[in-house]
C-alpha cells in the first residue's frame, strides 16, 4: 500500500456512513416538499472527509423575489417547515438555519436561482452552479484526488476559505484537481509557483490582484482563490516541494506540538467578544489588529520576532513575540528637512532637544511614555463589545498547546 493509499483509507468515508447521512439529509429535505430544494456541498459532490458532514440543502427562489426576500420571508417559511426539528439561526451575507438531525449539522440556505453566465444576487446563488460543474468534470477516481489535496491542505494549516485561516475553499481544491488531473499532478505545479500565480479553466472577465487567481468557471467575473493569501500560497508550495521530494505521513497528519519552552518575551492578549457577530467580521478585525500591533511596536523601536492570533470556544489570543520588552528609556524621533518650512516649524514646537543632522534633517530625543501593554492596548482594533486582559509569560516556562506551536516555529512537515 503507497502512503497516499494508507492516507485514502484513513479519510475516505465508507458506504455505511454515506448511507446514514443520506438518511440525516432526506429528513431535512422532506421538510422542503413543494419547492425547489436541492443537496449541495461536498457531501452531494463526493469530496468530503471521514467524520465531517459537509452537507447542505439549498432552497432555491425565482430570482425575481430579490435578495430582501431572502432575508425576511424565505427564512420565516424555513422555520415554519424545520421548527418540530433543532435548529438555530446563523448569518453569513444573509441568515441561514442550522438544523441539527441526531448530531448531524445540516446547514439550509436560501438562494435566487440563476443559470451560467447570469449575474448573482448574493454569493449563494453560485453554489448549485458549482456543484453542477464539480460533478460533470470529476469521476470517482478524481474525488478521491481531492480528498487527498483536502486533507494535505489540512494538514499544513491552509484549508479554508474563511478570514481566520486566508486559505484554500474546497471548491478551490477541486478545481484544482480537475486541472491538473490528481493530487501529485496539483503539487508538482504548486512547487513551482511564483505568485502572481494564474490557473485558467476559463478566461476571467475582469482584472485580479490577489496572489493566486483561478477565475471562476461558472462566473470568469469572480476570482475563486481570492481568499488565498500570500502566506497560505507559499506554505502550500512548499509543502508540495517538500512532499514531493520526501513524502510522509506528516503533511496530512502532523505530529502535534505538545510542549515548548519560552525563549523570548511572550506578551498573551485574551480577548473575549461579548456580542454575536459573525466570525468573519470579527476575525476581519484580528488581523487588522495583529499588523497594527506589529507595525506600532517597530515604530517604538521594539526589535518583534512574530504576531499571531488563534481562538478556541471561549476566547481569542493574540500572540506577541519580542526579542526583547526591556529598551531605551529615550528614543529617536526622526523629522522633515530643513528646506520644508512649515512641516519644521511644527516640529520645533512639538520636540525639545532639536537639532539637524548630517542629513539635513531635524531630528529630536524624546523619552518613552507607553509600555509595551500601552501600545498593544492602542493597536488593537476590535470595535465589537469585548473584554481583554494581557499577560506575560515567564522566560523559561514550559507551555503546550497553540503556544507551543506558536513558539516551536517549523511545523512537523518541514523538519528532515
Not at 515567564?394 to 516555529?409: D, H, I, R, Y
Amino acid at each position: 500500500m503507497t502512503l497516499e493509499e494508507e492516507v485514502l483509507s484513513k479519510i475516505k468515508p465508507s458506504k455505511e456512513e454515506e448511507e446514514k447521512l443520506m438518511e440525516k439529509a432526506k429528513v431535512v429535505l422532506e421538510r422542503f416538499k413543494g419547492l425547489d430544494a436541492e443537496l449541495e456541498g461536498s457531501f452531494r459532490k463526493g469530496t468530503w472527509l471521514k467524520g465531517s458532514s459537509d452537507i447542505d440543502v439549498f432552497v432555491l427562489y425565482p430570482k425575481s423575489v430579490g435578495e430582501k426576500y431572502l432575508k425576511e420571508k424565505a427564512l420565516k417559511e424555513m422555520i415554519e417547515r424545520v421548527k418540530d426539528l433543532e435548529y438555530k439561526i446563523a448569518y453569513a451575507e444573509h441568515p441561514y438555519l442550522i438544523v441539527t438531525v441526531d448530531d448531524v449539522e445540516i446547514d439550509v440556505v436560501p438562494a435566487l436561482k440563476i443559470e451560467s453566465g447570469e449575474e448573482v444576487i448574493t454569493a449563494s446563488d453560485r453554489t448549485p452552479l458549482h456543484t453542477r460543474y464539480v460533478l460533470s468534470h470529476l469521476d470517482e477516481k478524481g474525488k478521491d484526488e481531492v480528498r487527498l489535496l483536502k486533507r494535505f491542505l489540512k494538514g499544513i494549516g491552509v484549508y479554508g476559505a474563511e478570514i481566520k485561516v486566508k486559505g484554500f475553499s474546497g471548491y478551490v481544491a477541486e478545481l484544482l484537481v480537475i486541472k491538473y488531473g490528481s493530487f501529485r499532478g496539483v503539487l508538482e505545479s504548486a512547487s513551482k509557483w511564483r505568485p502572481p500565480v494564474k490557473i485558467e479553466l476559463v478566461k476571467p472577465k475582469r482584472e485580479f490582484s490577489e496572489p493566486l487567481i483561478i477565475p471562476d468557471p461558472v462566473d470568469p467575473r469572480r476570482n475563486t482563490a481570492s481568499a488565498v493569501s500570500l502566506k497560505s500560497l507559499a506554505t502550500f508550495s512548499l509543502a508540495s516541494r517538500m512532499y514531493l521530494r520526501k513524502p510522509s505521513i506528516e503533511f496530512f497528519f502532523p505530529t502535534r506540538e505538545e510542549k515548548a519552552i519560552v525563549d523570548a518575551d511572550v506578551l498573551l492578549v485574551k480577548i473575549e467578544v461579548k456580542e454575536k457577530v459573525v466570525e468573519d467580521l470579527v476575525w476581519g478585525q484580528v488581523w487588522k489588529s495583529v499588523e497594527r500591533v506589529r507595525k506600532y511596536l517597530e515604530k517604538e523601536g521594539y526589535k518583534v520576532i512574530d504576531v499571531t492570533a488563534w481562538d478556541d470556544e471561549k476566547e481569542i489570543t493574540i500572540a506577541v513575540q519580542l526579542e526583547s520588552k526591556e529598551i531605551g528609556k529615550y528614543y529617536l524621533v526622526k523629522g522633515p528637512y530643513f528646506y520644508l518650512e512649515e512641516a519644521v516649524d511644527g516640529f520645533i514646537r512639538a520636540h525639545d532637544k532639536v537639532w539637524v543632522g548630517e542629513d539635513g534633517r531635524l531630528y529630536a530625543i524624546e523619552e518613552r511614555k507607553e509600555s509595551v501593554e500601552d501600545i498593544v492596548k492602542r493597536a488593537i482594533a476590535i470595535s465589537y463589545r469585548h473584554y481583554a486582559e494581557m499577560m506575560w509569560i515567564e522566560k523559561g516556562k514550559e507551555v503546550s498547546g497553540e503556544l507551543a506551536k506558536f513558539l516551536a516555529k517549523t511545523p512537523s512537515w518541514l523538519r528532515e
